[in-house]
């Protein structure tokens, strides 16, 4: 069993909490290619450390609070109090726990302790992005409005500078077209796109509002 990090935009990490997204579609060539069934990965969001943190961070046992821009907070335990200085403050900060940073920091930049999110692979497959289907598409998370009673999804067509196109306020009959622009608003690179139909990793998992270091073994 190995543990990686993943990355999720805002949307997609309010899927999860929502229970609507069980799958991910990467390149191929991504690092999570070395996924195995069994194998966990933990979710990294646009977080900060709570300008709450500013009543104390309880040094005693290491608990704290942090927020996620995609809404809510989560308790913490971190390793360290070197460890949420480092969180709290960048090295452009004057360190005063009285006025925390109230900027949320990016994705990337979130530590292992911090996720409130770990998902449990279950299933890999390597395919072409064509070979999506109406079940995966949905599973993949993307968003269902209500047109006159009847059920459709979001649509997320943008331009290419990733401004969101005034189509994008009709609603898909298709869940695979509604995918398919989620899939080009984040890949407009050539060989990336949709039409190029590139080779993708497709991961199925479970998801777990915990901590992956916090999880029963």
């Given at each position: 069993?190995?543990?990686?990090?993943?990355?999720?935009?805002?949307?997609?990490?309010?899927?999860?909490?929502?229970?609507?997204?069980?799958?991910?579609?990467?390149?191929?060539?991504?690092?999570?290619?070395?996924?195995?069934?069994?194998?966990?990965?933990?979710?990294?969001?646009s977080w900060r450390v709570?300008?709450?943190?500013?009543?104390?961070?309880?040094?005693?046992?290491?608990?704290?609070?942090?927020?996620?821009?995609?809404?809510?907070?989560?308790?913490?335990?971190?390793?360290?109090?070197?460890?949420?200085?480092?969180?709290?403050?960048?090295?452009?900060?004057?360190?005063?726990?009285?006025?925390?940073?109230?900027?949320?920091?990016?994705s990337i930049h979130m530590?292992?302790?911090?996720?409130?999110?770990?998902?449990?692979?279950?299933?890999?497959?390597?395919?072409?992005?064509?070979?999506?289907?109406?079940?995966?598409?949905?599973?993949?998370?993307?968003?269902?409005?209500?047109?006159?009673?009847?059920?459709?999804?979001?649509?997320?067509?943008?331009?290419?500078?990733?401004?969101?196109?005034?189509?994008?306020?009709?609603?898909?009959?298709?869940?695979?077209?509604?995918?398919?622009?989620?899939?080009?608003?984040?890949?407009?690179?050539?060989?990336?796109?949709?039409?190029?139909?590139?080779?993708?990793?497709?991961?199925?998992?479970?998801?777990?509002?915990?901590?992956?270091?916090?999880?029963?073994a």
């Open positions: 069993m190995t543990d990686r990090p993943i990355i999720f935009s805002g949307p997609m990490v309010r899927a999860l909490l929502d229970g609507r997204k069980t799958q991910t579609r990467r390149l191929a060539s991504s690092p999570l290619r070395r996924c195995e069934v069994g194998d966990r990965l933990y979710v990294r969001e709570s300008p709450e943190a500013a009543q104390g961070w309880d040094e005693a046992d290491m608990l704290g609070w942090i927020d996620f821009q995609a809404g809510g907070s989560a308790q913490v335990v971190a390793p360290s109090f070197q460890a949420v200085e480092a969180a709290a403050f960048t090295k452009h900060d004057d360190r005063d726990w009285d006025f925390l940073p109230s900027r949320y920091r990016p530590p292992r302790w911090a996720s409130r999110l770990t998902l449990i692979i279950e299933e890999v497959r390597f395919q072409r992005l064509h070979d999506i289907d109406q079940v995966d598409a949905i599973a993949e998370g993307i968003e269902p409005v209500d047109v006159h009673g009847e059920r459709a999804w979001k649509s997320y067509e943008t331009y290419a500078d990733g401004k969101p196109h005034p189509h994008a306020s009709v609603p898909n009959r298709s869940p695979v077209t509604s995918y398919r622009e989620l899939w080009d608003s984040l890949h407009p690179a050539d060989g990336e796109r949709w039409q190029d139909n590139p080779e993708i990793l497709a991961l199925t998992f479970r998801v777990v509002r915990q901590n992956i270091d916090r999880i029963a």
